[in-house]
């Protein structure tokens, strides 16, 4: 079996490390459920010879959790029956080998690898950001970078004149004048293009923290109200944009996204501060509106609560096409941080490695809420923001000693990472230059890179010419002996090639083994993900 799967871990989220029900098996595939006692009687037997006595660790890598219902544990029988198991970000996989999974990588530590994310430059930033995409090639002097994308770093040679930064606030101005035109045909609401873009688009989900970000809004809109107009004129003006879905019977989730809406509508209609402030629910989050939305961000949040973000690709879109991050030390933010610069991202919060204590902390009440954020709390069970009767549930976590997700105990380092996006924000010259650099840091963010490793330190295969048949060889070689397509032709035909009729990259089957979990089969391409 070992030499056919190999496992790709996509989360630590308990509730996407799925386990069956045993009885169900059973029931449905009587003959699935013996091979799997087989397994897991032939694992159980190496784990026994190994550890001795140690019936503690062997119910633990068990594929079977025992009880009144037994439960096939999915994530254990992925990893017993695959050759190699990877996590998607450096400190994903760290966090698999020494949390998640570390009995088994204890045993069989050569059995794991990393393999970092990454997204398809063709669709993230040639298809969806055709300005930008034609000053890059103008400047590098070459179209190459659409499948080298680590010819992206010849950018930084450029980064700090300013006839280049000129021409590269011209594209993302008509990014964010598309957008805002977007905005108003779907919502009927007016955005001021010269106000900074702050875009967190992703599933809606606690440890993605929308709620810490939709707190702090509260927070500069209680600011920009208590500010004297003298005050006032030396904001800086934002919108603040959500979106993203949450699954169907996720109570708080969904909670959090009417909050953000019923927020929005006091905010955007104060005549005192909607100059300076808006704040968007962009609805239906999909690739599509993806592609508009990304481009003309200029601040892009990814704040998970540390250790619980696997990856995340949205991150590597929007550095791909200039956007700054203001993020945890989770996920590829730390890659994305290596490659770019700390200097030239709003980093904060918890470390990974913190996170268990300062949970302990917080449910010993031994950590304090800061000052200003309850005086938010309180605005807001006061009425400020609408009627708050639903929303005492999603306050009462952070006093209560159940704020698992720390929102609280991140909250003053966010709020001094949001000050600094305003004070750079004010030094355009230095705010291009890091959008630059942003960009020019993201090759290693591509899927060729990603596919690539996978191929060569996971599957062991070699590429192999596409068979042609007649037709398309006749077609080759008329293209091989005519005239060299233009740049611009070159790149259609690339996008062309890679796309199909949804918007989604064209790949070959994937078997999903769990939800948020992947096994493939060796010789298999892994299939792209939309939209994370």
Same mark, same amino acid.
């Given at each position: 079996?070992?030499?056919?799967?190999?496992?790709?871990?996509?989360?630590?989220?308990?509730?996407?490390?799925?386990? @069956?029900?045993?009885?169900?098996?059973?029931?449905?595939?009587?003959?699935?459920?013996?091979?799997?006692?087989?397994?897991?009687?032939?694992?159980?037997?190496?784990?026994?010879?190994? *550890?001795?006595?140690?019936?503690?660790? %062997?119910?633990?890598?068990?594929?079977?959790?025992?009880?009144?219902?037994?439960?096939?544990? +999915?994530?254990?029988?992925?990893?017993?029956?695959?050759?190699?198991?990877?996590?998607?970000?450096?400190?994903? #996989?760290?966090?698999?080998?020494?949390?998640? *999974?570390?009995?088994?990588?204890?045993?069989?530590?050569?059995? *794991?690898?990393?393999?970092?994310?990454?997204?398809?430059? /063709?669709?993230?930033?040639?298809? =969806?950001?055709?300005?930008?995409?034609?000053?890059?090639?103008?400047?590098?002097?070459?179209?190459?970078?659409?499948?080298?994308?680590?010819?992206?770093?010849?950018?930084?040679?450029?980064?700090?004149? &300013?006839?280049?930064?000129?021409? @590269?606030?011209?594209?993302?101005?008509?990014?964010?004048?598309?957008?805002?035109?977007?905005?108003?045909?779907?919502?009927?609401?007016?955005?001021?293009?010269?106000?900074? *873009?702050?875009?967190?688009?992703?599933?809606?989900?606690?440890?993605?923290?929308?709620?810490?970000?939709?707190?702090?809004?509260?927070?500069?809109?209680?600011?920009?109200?208590?500010?004297?107009?003298?005050?006032?004129?030396?904001?800086?003006?934002?919108?603040?944009?959500?979106?993203?879905?949450? !699954?169907?019977?996720?109570?708080?989730?969904?909670?959090?996204?009417?909050?953000?809406?019923?927020?929005?509508?006091?905010?955007?209609?104060?005549?005192?501060?909607?100059?300076?402030?808006?704040?968007?629910?962009?609805?239906?989050?999909?690739?599509?509106?993806?592609?508009?939305?990304?481009?003309?961000?200029?601040?892009?949040?990814?704040? #998970?609560?540390?250790? +619980?973000?696997?990856?995340?690709?949205?991150?590597?879109?929007?550095?791909?096409?200039? =956007?700054?991050?203001?993020?945890?030390?989770?996920?590829?933010?730390?890659?994305?941080?290596?490659?770019?610069?700390?200097?030239? +991202? $709003? %980093?904060?919060?918890?470390?990974?490695?913190?996170?268990?204590?300062?949970?302990?902390?917080?449910?010993?009440?031994?950590?304090?809420?800061?000052?200003?954020?309850?005086?938010? +709390?309180?605005?807001?069970?006061?009425?400020?923001?609408?009627?708050?009767?639903?929303?005492? =549930?999603?306050?009462?976590?952070?006093?209560?000693?159940?704020?698992?997700?720390?929102?609280?105990?991140?909250?003053?380092?966010?709020?001094? !990472?949001?000050? /600094?996006?305003?004070?750079?924000?004010?030094?355009?010259?230095?705010?291009?230059?890091?959008?630059?650099?942003?960009?020019?840091?993201?090759?290693? $963010?591509?899927?060729?890179?990603?596919?690539?490793?996978?191929?060569?330190?996971? @599957?062991?295969?070699?590429?192999?010419?596409?068979?042609?048949?007649?037709?398309?060889? !006749?077609?080759?070689?008329?293209?091989?002996?005519?005239?060299?397509?233009?740049? #611009?032709?070159?790149?259609?035909?690339?996008?062309?090639?890679?796309?199909?009729?949804?918007?989604?990259?064209?790949?070959?089957?994937?078997?999903?083994?769990?939800?948020?979990?992947?096994?493939?089969?060796?010789?298999? #391409?892994?299939? &792209?993900?939309?939209?994370?």
């Amino acid at each position: 079996v070992t030499k056919v799967f190999s496992y790709t871990n996509h989360t630590v989220l308990p509730e996407a490390l799925e386990k @069956w029900s045993v009885g169900l098996l059973q029931h449905l595939l009587p003959r699935h459920m013996e091979i799997i006692f087989d397994i897991n009687y032939f694992h159980l037997v190496a784990i026994g010879e190994r *550890f001795p006595g140690d019936s503690a660790r %062997m119910s633990r890598m068990s594929i079977i959790e025992e009880g009144t219902d037994k439960k096939v544990r +999915m994530a254990n029988l992925a990893v017993v029956g695959s050759h190699t198991v990877n996590g998607v970000a450096a400190i994903h #996989s760290e966090l698999i080998k020494h949390d998640l *999974f570390r009995d088994f990588f204890e045993v069989t530590p050569s059995k *794991f690898q990393n393999k970092t994310n990454g997204v398809t430059p /063709r669709r993230w930033l040639l298809a =969806c950001n055709a300005s930008l995409a034609s000053i890059i090639t103008r400047w590098i002097q070459s179209s190459e970078w659409v499948t080298h994308l680590d010819l992206l770093t010849k950018l930084r040679e450029f980064a700090g004149m &300013s006839e280049y930064q000129a021409e @590269w606030a011209v594209s993302k101005k008509q990014n964010k004048e598309r957008l805002a035109q977007y905005i108003k045909e779907t919502l009927g609401i007016e955005l001021d293009v010269n106000a900074l *873009f702050d875009v967190q688009v992703k599933r809606i989900h606690e440890y993605k923290r929308q709620f810490l970000n939709i707190l702090y809004c509260c927070r500069r809109y209680l600011d920009l109200k208590r500010m004297s107009p003298e005050q006032r004129a030396n904001a800086v003006p934002r919108v603040v944009f959500f979106g993203g879905k949450a !699954a169907p019977g996720y109570h708080r989730a969904k909670l959090i996204i009417k909050f953000i809406n019923q927020m929005s509508r006091i905010v955007n209609n104060d005549p005192e501060t909607q100059t300076l402030f808006k704040v968007v629910f962009i609805p239906n989050y999909n690739v599509t509106n993806a592609e508009i939305i990304i481009p003309a961000s200029e601040l892009s949040q990814h704040i #998970s609560t540390a250790g +619980m973000e696997a990856s995340g690709t949205s991150n590597m879109k929007f550095v791909m096409n200039g =956007c700054l991050i203001i993020g945890t030390w989770d996920g590829a933010n730390v890659e994305i941080c290596e490659e770019i610069g700390e200097d030239r +991202m $709003f %980093m904060f919060g918890t470390r990974a490695e913190q996170v268990e204590e300062m949970r302990q902390k917080v449910q010993k009440r031994q950590v304090s809420v800061p000052k200003d954020l309850l005086e938010v +709390m309180a605005a807001i069970r006061g009425g400020t923001f609408g009627s708050a009767d639903q929303f005492h =549930c999603l306050l009462d976590t952070l006093e209560n000693g159940d704020d698992y997700f720390l929102v609280s105990v991140d909250w003053a380092s966010y709020v001094e !990472a949001q000050h /600094r996006v305003d004070q750079t924000y004010k030094n355009r010259a230095k705010w291009l230059q890091n959008s630059i650099l942003s960009t020019a840091g993201s090759g290693k $963010f591509s899927t060729d890179r990603t596919i690539l490793q996978y191929a060569q330190e996971i @599957w062991k295969i070699e590429p192999c010419a596409r068979p042609l048949t007649d037709n398309q060889r !006749a077609d080759e070689e008329e293209y091989q002996s005519g005239p060299a397509l233009s740049v #611009s032709a070159q790149l259609a035909a690339l996008v062309d090639a890679e796309t199909t009729s949804d918007g989604t990259a064209a790949t070959t089957s994937t078997t999903t083994a769990t939800n948020g979990n992947t096994a493939s089969g060796r010789g298999k #391409s892994k299939g &792209s993900k939309k939209g994370q």
